[in-house]
């Protein structure tokens, strides 16, 4: 059973930096890609970042600059280290393991809230 569980959300202001970790429990192939999602409320689960197998980085366009996704073969399989945080990065944020063609496993999430 993969379990994935997210820390490091909080609240901060804005022009502040958090950095969120998600660590994994069971067998995760090492194909999987790994990403971060987040989902702000009244709207739609959006891509924040993505790390594939091989190391390949995408960002969307509104975090672009200011986050940055690595991954970790340590306790924290894979980071989001955020900076110059904006009050619209408020948002629950989610760690996804993206494994075709079995699916996606998620964490539970983590609140951020970045105030004015």
């Known amino acids: 059973q993969v379990q994935l569980v997210e820390s490091g959300g909080g609240s901060v202001q804005a022009g502040g930096s958090l950095k969120l970790s998600c660590a994994t429990s069971?067998?995760?192939?090492?194909?999987?890609?790994k990403a971060w999602y987040r989902q702000a409320p009244g709207k739609e689960r959006e891509l924040v970042s993505s790390i594939s197998s091989v190391g390949i980085t995408r960002d969307a366009d509104s975090v672009r600059g200011r986050f940055t996704i690595s991954q970790d073969n340590a306790e924290n399989w894979v980071t989001l280290q955020m900076n110059s945080l904006k009050t619209e990065d408020t948002a629950v944020y989610y760690c996804a393991a993206v494994c075709p063609p079995y699916g996606t496993y998620w964490g539970q999430g983590t609140q951020v809230t970045v105030s004015s």
């Open positions: 069971g067998y995760i192939f090492h194909s999987c890609g």
